[in-house]
């Protein structure tokens, strides 16, 4: 972009204005002086303008004498006017310059004897720019003439800013507002203006998004329009060694400017700086506090910060506003507002900031708002700062921003000035490091220990510290602690009974090992969102589906907009009251509005352990591969090179979920590592057991699973939370003697399971029932599994609904009810392949059929003969019979390949072939004949 054409650009909108002066130049020429003043705010093209007309007075062969006035010579007598009489030296030797002991009158008349007598010469222009930094002694010169200029051919044509800060000399106001003065005003750019800005830097077209995009980046600001105009050309200029851009064709239309959003990058900054130091240091300074203040700003805030007086603090925004630096108290992008903190001296930065900071103390701004100054200044010895920092601290964890809140803490504890206060922050900063790296952050707990101990540390801050010794299985050293606070102290009363209901629900094992038993407790309506949500998750493990204990979590749930950090720790726990009550639905709704609030960020440890209950829902939900990607995602956060409680839930959940897939393998290598003993003292440990459990009795070691599922049991029943809902290890010990073929105990263990009273739990007295019928008769079961289903169906267990359907299907099967028995396999096996199931389904499906298969009689004749004419399974060679299974299994064409080592049009020919064979047209008819095939040869 050149200067030139930006000016020319500048001019298509001030034509009027030019227009004006040249019949000001063409009377004046005629012996007639004239004067004009062209007004307007910083960088509205007003010097522009005023060198255009000085260029055309030069082409019809007038004089020029050009005066440029500058705030730093406002005080320098006739400094103005030495510029003038320079310019005429030099065309005109001889001209003397006047000194500041001459007499002001007779400087006056001389000046007007020398300019007389070259006009009466030649036409003569004088400009004086941005008058209102011209020196009174000039001014008084310049008003002298203007009242002698009726007879010469002279035009004096002025520019004026506008003066915010200082009153201007009534002598200026005397010479700019004289009758004879044609006065214009420069205002910003309009769109049209800005179009026409653009296509003249560019010669392209500019699209209406763009006009709209630069008007409102620049406020019309000819100068930040032109840099706004040069980002973008730069930023569409072919890289180095791209080649160049090929010429527009004849007759080919212009590309238009870019339609994206305009960057405001290093040149648009610069050229905002320097509007704001045109306007002067007052003005800098004042651009500096509104970059500090950000969004806190206020006239009153902003004036107290810099210095300068409200009332010109106002004026100063109005001004800053009107060129397009400012939208009222803000920049218009936040990098400006960077730019204009990047060239601030470091020193000056610090005091505005140490200032600033408390300044929105006192006036009641939120903690992170002062804490973002402080954390620029460093640590300041004051007494309001370290509550400040801390409180930032605690709202920053809450919004899920935990690098904010130990950045907090980390500044928090080098402002302490006393060993408690610094002990407490540590306290607060191990917390905040268990948000973001749980599995690292063990030491951090227990090195607060010896403080505990020692009476340094005290109260809930303590039994914090205490829960994360608990999270990292470190239970030695949390019930010291605990022992150690347990002392009637009434401050700790609270926190205490937090802790009681944390191991209660959490751990269990811990409970029984405190050396005094820790003060019994109930939620109030006063509690904390935490401590309901506990006290709901230990009702429900003692007692079911307690109506009271639901109704307490989902209370806990509902309040959940709350942004303070302690009720985050009440989710979880409140999550999984709804999902051991056998409230699936509901819970998986609020875990989804939960991890979908676009307005809340979690922190790490938040994020994982919601994403563990998550999968547990998932998993009692029968969406086996939802809980494998949630609990995967959580695990992954948790896991590290020690155990702690979350992660051994989240492995848990992998271990229960692969095994009910199918995928045994993988279930192995997640028990690969040997748990540590701390482990069996936690409600984790138990579904732990439980898992691998189901492990070993999925992959055949019976004797091993009867170990598990009897371990989980014994420790279910000393702590008292025998609840099916946690861990059903009845059903699975009964599932374990039938296969070692001890009946009488198992139907001991299902007959124990349904004499519990009713407690409401819809999904385990389903499976209970599933488990009862599998000990009775053939002839029994059906009607027992018909109620099983209904219960679980009910409950959204799906995959334990699917089970309950494969044996309804077997026992059809067994009582020779082949009609029932094939679509009641045929929905299990949907309903399993729903699940993900893919053990249920090929346990429901038969294995690749032997050649002759197909051809044998059938029981049912005539849907045999249909199927001997179509040739059946009979007429297919073996690969058609592989890829038939595999589609009849609701394998992809791509999956088949992949199986198989083929390509896909090999597995699209094999079926083209099978559905010709075998007289059908789609897989659901395939389906049909495979599960027919199959039930028929039984």
Not at 492 to 518: I, K, N, Q, W, Y
Request: proline share 5%.
């Amino acid at each position: 972009m050149t200067p030139t054409g930006g000016s020319t650009a500048v001019l298509v909108e001030r034509a009027k204005i030019l227009e004006q002066l040249d019949d000001l130049l063409i009377r004046s020429a005629r012996g007639s002086g004239a004067i004009a003043a062209v007004s307007g705010s910083t960088a509205m093209g007003k010097t522009t303008v005023l060198n255009a007309l000085a260029e055309r007075a030069v082409s019809a062969g007038s004089t020029v004498l050009s005066v440029v006035s500058s705030p730093h010579e406002r005080d320098v007598p006739y400094g103005a006017l030495a510029q003038l009489f320079h310019s005429i030296d030099a065309r005109f030797p001889g001209a003397a310059v006047p000194g500041a002991q001459d007499d002001p009158l007779a400087v006056a008349r001389g000046t007007h004897r020398v300019i007389a007598e070259l006009a009466a010469k030649r036409h003569m222009l004088i400009t004086v720019d941005d008058i209102q930094h011209t020196d009174a002694a000039t001014l008084t010169c310049l008003s002298y003439l203007a009242q002698h200029l009726t007879q010469l051919p002279l035009a004096l044509v002025f520019t004026h800013g506008v003066s915010v800060d200082e009153q201007p000399p009534r002598i200026l106001h005397d010479l700019l507002y004289r009758a004879s003065v044609r006065r214009s005003y420069l205002g910003p750019l309009t769109r049209d203006g800005i179009r026409e800005l653009a296509e003249g830097c560019t010669a392209t077209p500019a699209t209406d998004r763009f006009v709209a995009e630069a008007h409102a980046l620049s406020g019309g600001n000819p100068l930040l329009v032109q840099a706004l105009i040069e980002e973008h050309r730069l930023r569409a200029a072919p890289e180095p060694g791209a080649g160049a851009v090929p010429r527009e064709s004849e007759g080919q239309a212009a590309q238009p400017v870019t339609d994206g959003l305009l960057s405001t990058g290093h040149v648009f900054h610069q050229a905002v700086l320097a509007c704001l130091h045109r306007l002067g240091p007052r003005a800098v300074r004042l651009a500096r506090c509104v970059a500090l203040l950000e969004g806190a700003a206020t006239p009153l805030l902003m004036s107290r910060l810099s210095g300068i007086d409200t009332g010109l603090v106002e004026r100063y925004l109005r001004l800053l506003t009107g060129i397009g630096v400012l939208d009222g108290v803000k920049f218009r992008r936040a990098g400006v507002q960077q730019a204009v903190l990047g060239e601030m001296p470091h020193d000056e930065a610090t005091d505005l900031r140490h200032r600033a900071a408390r300044l929105l103390y006192d006036s009641g701004a939120s903690p992170r708002a002062v804490a973002g100054h402080l954390l620029d200044v460093g640590p300041l010895r004051e007494d309001w700062v370290l509550p400040v920092l801390r409180e930032a601290a605690r709202h920053a964890l809450a919004d899920g921003d935990v690098q904010l809140g130990i950045r907090c803490l980390e500044l928090a504890r080098e402002c302490c000035t006393e060993e408690a206060q610094r002990v407490s922050v540590k306290a607060q900063y191990a917390s905040a490091q268990w948000q973001l790296r749980p599995a690292a952050s063990a030491q951090h707990f227990l090195a607060l220990k010896g403080p505990i101990l020692a009476g340094t540390l005290k109260g809930g801050e303590a039994l914090r510290v205490a829960d994360g010794m608990l999270f990292h299985l470190d239970f030695d050293e949390a019930l010291e602690a605990v022992n150690h606070l347990n002392d009637g102290n009434e401050d700790a009363a609270t926190a205490l009974h937090s802790t009681r209901l944390l191991m209660a629900s959490e751990f269990p094992g811990v409970l029984d090992r405190l050396s005094r038993p820790l003060p019994p407790t109930a939620a109030s309506a006063t509690s904390t969102s935490e401590l309901r949500a506990r006290h709901a998750l230990a009702l429900v493990l003692e007692r079911g589906a307690d109506e009271y204990a639901i109704a307490l979590a989902e209370q806990v749930l509902q309040g959940s907009q709350s942004r303070s950090p302690w009720n985050l720790k009440g989710l979880p726990a409140a999550l999984l009251a709804l999902c051991y009550a056998d409230r699936l639905d509901a819970a998986a709704e609020w875990y989804e509005r939960l991890v979908t609030d676009q307005e809340r960020h979690y922190a790490p440890i938040w994020r994982a352990m919601l994403d563990t209950v998550g999968a547990l829902i998932s998993l009692r939900r029968g969406r086996l591969g939802d809980a494998v990607r949630q609990a995967e995602a959580a695990h992954e956060r948790l896991s590290g090179p020690r155990w702690n409680v979350s992660g051994a839930m989240a492995l848990a959940i992998l271990v229960e979920a692969h095994t009910a897939m199918g995928n045994h393998r993988v279930a192995a290598r997640y028990l690969a590592p040997e748990p540590p003993p701390e482990l069996f003292l936690t409600r984790a440990g138990l579904h732990y057991l439980y898992a691998r459990g189901r492990h070993h009795l999925a992959t055949g070691n019976t004797y091993m699973a009867l170990y598990d599922f009897m371990g989980c049991g014994a420790l279910m029943r000393r702590w008292n939370i025998d609840t099916p809902s946690l861990a059903a290890w009845r059903l699975g010990e009964a599932e374990t003697w039938l296969r070692l073929g001890d009946r009488e105990r198992a139907v001991r263990l299902v007959e124990k399971q349904l004499s519990t009273p009713d407690t409401g739990l819809t999904r385990s007295r389903g499976m209970a029932l599933h488990g009862f019928a599998l000990v009775q008769a053939t002839t029994k079961q059906p009607p027992i599994l018909q109620d099983a289903f209904r219960l679980l169906e009910s409950s959204g267990a799906r995959y334990e609904a699917a089970a309950v359907l494969a044996d309804l299907s077997r026992a059809y099967q067994r009582l020779g009810e082949k009609a029932k028995a094939r679509p009641t396999a045929q929905r299990a096996w949907r309903l399993a392949k729903s699940c993900q199931a893919e053990s249920m389904c090929q346990a429901l499906l038969p294995s690749p059929l032997p050649r002759s298969v197909g051809t044998r009689e059938s029981t049912s004749s005539s849907r045999g003969d249909d199927r001997e004419a179509r040739g059946g399974f009979g007429g297919l060679s073996k690969s058609e019979r592989r890829v038939a299974m595999l589609a009849s299994q609701g394998y992809a064409n791509r999956e088949i390949a992949d199986r198989l080592f083929i390509t896909v049009s090999t597995v699209e020919q094999h079926l083209t072939r099978v559905y010709r064979k075998m007289g059908i047209r789609n897989r659901e008819q395939l389906l049909e004949e495979v599960q027919a095939v199959s039930y028929e040869t039984v």
